[in-house]
């Protein structure tokens, strides 16, 4: 064997290492970033219900806090953000799944839809949910901070 066929066989083992240890990291990654989505749809829905409550409760006694409204639509929208986010990326992998059986070979598909590892995960801008999810948690945190405000400054 010749030396560069032995430094050909090097790299190619490296480069596997290294795909090894990039597949392990975006394994280790999935589970935390499916229940940071699922943890922003039941901080939101429990947000509005919660608030909802209040309203209601506080209905009773014959006086609206107005001043609830602002929270709720913040917790309401990061729900709708998380939705639409959702709906795009479904269909994104629709189209993804629909170019994979039309072609006739790997070198048929669009170049565009090729994704690295980390895209694959959903660790990019590209990625609907992750845009979604950060618009989510923002308005999480807007509501919660309107509403402690709201709350504080109440009579």
């Given at each position: ?10 790299r190619a083992e ?20 499916a229940q940071a ?119």
């Amino acid at each position: 064997m010749s030396d560069e066929d032995q430094l050909r066989e090097i790299r190619a083992e490296e480069h596997e290492r290294h795909a090894q240890a990039i597949k392990r990291q975006i394994d280790e990654i999935r589970p935390a970033y499916a229940q940071a989505l699922t943890s922003l749809w039941l901080g939101n829905a429990g947000a509005s219900l919660a608030v909802l409550s209040f309203i209601g409760a506080s209905w009773r006694d014959g006086r609206f806090p107005h001043f609830l409204l602002i929270p709720l639509g913040c917790f309401v929208l990061g729900l709708v953000s998380m939705g639409i986010g959702s709906a795009l990326w479904l269909w994104g992998a629709r189209e993804d799944i629909r170019d994979t059986e039309d072609a006739e070979s790997i070198l048929d598909r669009r170049a565009l839809r090729a994704m690295r590892p980390s895209e694959r995960a959903g660790l990019t801008w590209k990625d609907w949910r992750t845009r979604a999810a950060l618009l989510s948690a923002a308005l999480f945190a807007l509501g919660c901070v309107a509403g402690l405000i709201g709350l504080a400054t109440a009579n």
